[in-house]
């Protein structure tokens, strides 16, 4: 293996778990990295809903500390159209302190804060990384600068990405269920309710008008005022695009590395930063965009495809749908991947007992897998 050469040689514009978490993987293989980061602390402000499924955690290459984590979650109770669909998965993901996550996995880092990237300027042999605190030099540039990330405008020319908003309040409120998320499902948009612990709830929305919309559910659900926190950020979607431009690279959100049903990024930006801290070490930066094709690239077009498709339904095709999962939930509680969406789909195109209409709508979400075109 390659080894990169250990001054500042490679600057990752962003401190986010992301960044924090290559900047880990490459000072294990002998690298030094140096990361940017605009705000003052690892954290702050918090954009994240929180939840994030077990097997972030099994399959991190470092050791993740436990001290972060504040309730686990056994499943989920989906509410659509009046009816009621409780799925039922003992330890399928945690409720986290984003804030605690984020410092946990900065520790020993170069970590210069309070430093904006305004842009970046090609020299014959390095980059000239332009802040508003002076310049700096690397060889490798890596963008791990988020959803609006700066430095995805200049890895591609254009930017066809679609964004979604959301809106999160931690809240004062008894939750129904204590170990299960509440998810209502009104399209094209789902609201959220993830418990924190017996007295503290997480309530959010993804939506156009994501702070409105949730003020409206809260009072619609009784849930109170006593609103202690508000989170709010924007979400990356898209298919594929090249992840690289020469030595400047991509990662995590500003990759738009993201699940599309339901906008997680850690886990897919974790294995995106473990495929580029290997692509960084043996030198071969062309491979990472073909390594993350390989891996994640159906599953976020037939996702992609799906989320499109159910938007588009009609609501008593829908509900056809949901009445099938329904009475198959044991499909979602057996083989559902938290992860990995896409695998319910073939479980539910296959499975007998399907009426046509639901059977054609699945047909035309897996179809996607066998499309280049998106």
């Given at each position: 293996?390659?080894?990169?050469k250990?001054?500042?040689?490679i600057?990752i514009?962003?401190a986010?778990?992301?960044?924090?978490?290559l900047?880990?993987?490459?000072?294990?293989?002998?690298a030094?990295p140096?990361l940017?980061e605009?705000?003052?602390?690892?954290?702050?402000?918090?954009?994240?809903?929180g939840?994030?499924?077990?097997?972030?955690?099994?399959?991190?290459?470092?050791?993740?500390?436990?001290?972060?984590?504040?309730?686990?979650?056994?499943?989920?109770?989906?509410?659509f159209?009046?009816e009621?669909?409780?799925?039922r998965r003992?330890?399928?993901?945690y409720?986290?302190?984003?804030?605690?996550?984020d410092?946990?996995?900065?520790?020993?880092?170069?970590?210069?804060f309070e430093?904006?990237f305004?842009?970046?300027?090609k020299?014959?042999?390095y980059?000239?990384?332009?802040?508003d605190k002076?310049?700096?030099?690397?060889d490798i540039v890596v963008?791990?600068?988020?959803?609006?990330?700066s430095v995805?405008n200049?890895?591609?020319?254009?930017?066809g990405?679609?964004?979604?908003?959301?809106?999160?309040?931690?809240m004062?409120?008894?939750?129904?269920?204590?170990?299960?998320v509440?998810v209502?499902?009104?399209?094209p948009y789902?609201?959220?309710?993830?418990?924190?612990?017996k007295?503290?709830?997480?309530?959010?929305?993804?939506?156009?008008?994501?702070?409105q919309?949730?003020l409206?559910?809260i009072?619609d659900?009784k849930?109170?005022q006593?609103?202690?926190e508000?989170?709010?950020?924007i979400?990356?979607?898209e298919?594929f695009?090249p992840?690289?431009?020469?030595?400047?690279?991509l990662v995590?959100?500003?990759?738009?590395q993201?699940?599309?049903?339901?906008y997680?990024?850690?886990y897919?930006?974790?294995?995106?930063?473990e495929m580029?801290?290997e692509?960084?070490?043996?030198?071969?930066?062309?491979?990472?965009?073909?390594?993350?094709?390989?891996r994640f690239?159906?599953?976020i077009?037939?996702t992609?495809?799906a989320?499109?498709?159910?938007?588009?339904?009609k609501?008593?095709?829908?509900?056809?749908?949901?009445?099938?999962?329904?009475?198959?939930?044991?499909i979602?509680?057996n083989?559902?991947?938290?992860?990995?969406h896409?695998?319910l789909?073939?479980?539910?195109?296959k499975h007998?007992?399907?009426?046509?209409?639901?059977l054609?709508?699945f047909?035309?979400?897996i179809?996607a897998?066998?499309?280049?075109?998106?």
């Amino acid at each position: 293996m390659k080894m990169v050469k250990n001054d500042c040689d490679i600057i990752i514009i962003g401190a986010g778990p992301i960044g924090s978490y290559l900047a880990q993987l490459l000072k294990l293989q002998g690298a030094r990295p140096m990361l940017i980061e605009e705000h003052k602390e690892l954290g702050r402000p918090v954009h994240c809903a929180g939840l994030i499924g077990t097997k972030v955690f099994q399959e991190a290459r470092i050791p993740l500390e436990s001290d972060c984590t504040l309730n686990t979650i056994n499943g989920a109770v989906i509410h659509f159209g009046g009816e009621t669909l409780v799925i039922r998965r003992p330890e399928v993901a945690y409720v986290i302190d984003r804030e605690r996550f984020d410092k946990n996995l900065g520790k020993n880092l170069d970590i210069v804060f309070e430093r904006k990237f305004l842009g970046l300027e090609k020299n014959k042999q390095y980059y000239t990384i332009e802040t508003d605190k002076g310049d700096l030099k690397a060889d490798i540039v890596v963008g791990a600068d988020g959803a609006n990330s700066s430095v995805r405008n200049i890895v591609r020319c254009h930017n066809g990405l679609q964004y979604m908003r959301g809106v999160q309040f931690r809240m004062k409120f008894e939750p129904v269920y204590h170990d299960m998320v509440e998810v209502y499902w009104e399209r094209p948009y789902f609201y959220w309710i993830i418990p924190e612990g017996k007295t503290t709830v997480r309530a959010g929305v993804i939506s156009k008008n994501p702070y409105q919309d949730l003020l409206n559910f809260i009072k619609d659900k009784k849930m109170g005022q006593e609103i202690l926190e508000k989170f709010a950020g924007i979400v990356p979607l898209e298919y594929f695009f090249p992840l690289s431009r020469d030595r400047i690279v991509l990662v995590g959100d500003s990759a738009a590395q993201v699940k599309p049903l339901t906008y997680g990024g850690l886990y897919m930006g974790m294995r995106g930063a473990e495929m580029l801290s290997e692509c960084i070490c043996s030198e071969r930066f062309t491979r990472y965009s073909s390594l993350w094709r390989k891996r994640f690239g159906n599953e976020i077009k037939v996702t992609l495809r799906a989320r499109e498709i159910f938007n588009n339904l009609k609501d008593r095709d829908i509900k056809k749908i949901f009445s099938f999962i329904k009475e198959k939930v044991d499909i979602i509680e057996n083989k559902g991947d938290f992860e990995n969406h896409s695998v319910l789909l073939w479980e539910f195109f296959k499975h007998p007992g399907a009426s046509k209409e639901v059977l054609n709508i699945f047909f035309k979400i897996i179809k996607a897998n066998f499309t280049r075109e998106f």
